[in-house]
Nanobody, 115 residues
Framework: QVQLVESGGGLVQPGESLRLSCAAS????????MGWYRQAAGKQRELVAS???????NYAEFVKGRFTISRDNAKNTMYLQMNSLKPEDTAVYYC?????????WGRGTQVTVSS
């Protein structure tokens, strides 16, 4: 069992930055594939970025060059550094942990980009 808690969301202006955190507990964090998803109002949830247990990363085209995913296995925490934020980045951001058997979701953190 894995419990995930996101934090770091908030209201920022276009062009500003935020860093999201996903704190995990309850299992061997380092063994899990981890991902950040987002869901804007009225839209489907979409994958933003992912990081494997070995540290390999993958990004959606719409965040490449602006967002950076990372993980600190010693702290059981995953991060999403978001730079050059745009209004279209406004969404609830969720973290997910998965292995070959199970997947777990956090409850999300709201990110609003508005002037």
């Amino acid at each position: 069992q894995v419990q995930l808690v996101e934090s770091g969301g908030g209201l920022v202006q276009p062009g500003e930055s935020l860093r999201l955190s996903c704190a995990a507990s309850g299992s061997i964090f380092s063994a899990y594939w981890m991902g950040w998803y987002r869901q804007a109002a009225g839209k489907q949830r979409e994958l933003v970025a992912s990081i494997t247990s070995g540290g390999n990363t993958n990004y959606a085209e719409f965040v490449k060059g602006r967002f950076t995913i990372s993980r600190d296995n010693a702290k059981n925490t995953m991060y999403l550094q978001m730079n050059s934020l745009k209004p279209e980045d406004t969404a609830v951001y969720y973290c997910k942990a998965a292995n070959s058997i199970n997947e777990y979701w956090g409850r999300g953190t709201q990110v609003t980009v508005s002037s």
